[in-house]
């Protein structure tokens, strides 16, 4: 994991990470059987709002990238830029 972040905030260090994820992991129920759709949930619902802001984060991502790629091959193409074109001399 990359102590690099994006939003600007405080990283914790590896080792606390470490050790964090462990109590995670163990504080999480281990199922003997499969889960199958329809289920009650795999995890437990404490982490159900830091799962919707995941979901929310990533779906924002994907959509804003989509949203530059196309505004930018629009502008591309008002100014007669072809991009897989190799530029002058």
Request: hydrophobic fraction near 30%; proline fraction near 12%; charged fraction near 35%.
């Given at each position: 994991?990359s102590d690099?972040?994006?939003d600007?905030?405080?990283?914790l260090?590896?080792?606390?990470?470490?050790?964090?994820?462990q109590?995670?992991?163990g504080?999480?129920?281990?199922?003997?059987?499969?889960r199958f759709?329809?289920?009650?949930?795999?995890?437990?619902e404490?982490?159900e709002?830091?799962?919707?802001r995941?979901?929310?984060?990533?779906?924002?991502?994907?959509e804003?990238?989509?949203a530059v790629?196309?505004?930018?091959?629009?502008?591309?193409?008002a100014?007669?830029?072809?991009?897989d074109?190799?530029?002058?001399?």
């Amino acid at each position: 994991m990359s102590d690099d972040r994006t939003d600007g905030g405080p990283v914790l260090p590896e080792p606390v990470r470490d050790h964090l994820g462990q109590q995670l992991r163990g504080s999480l129920p281990v199922e003997d059987k499969p889960r199958f759709l329809g289920d009650e949930p795999a995890i437990p619902e404490t982490f159900e709002p830091q799962l919707r802001r995941l979901e929310t984060r990533l779906k924002t991502h994907e959509e804003g990238t989509v949203a530059v790629e196309e505004a930018l091959d629009q502008i591309l193409d008002a100014f007669g830029v072809k991009p897989d074109e190799p530029k002058g001399p």
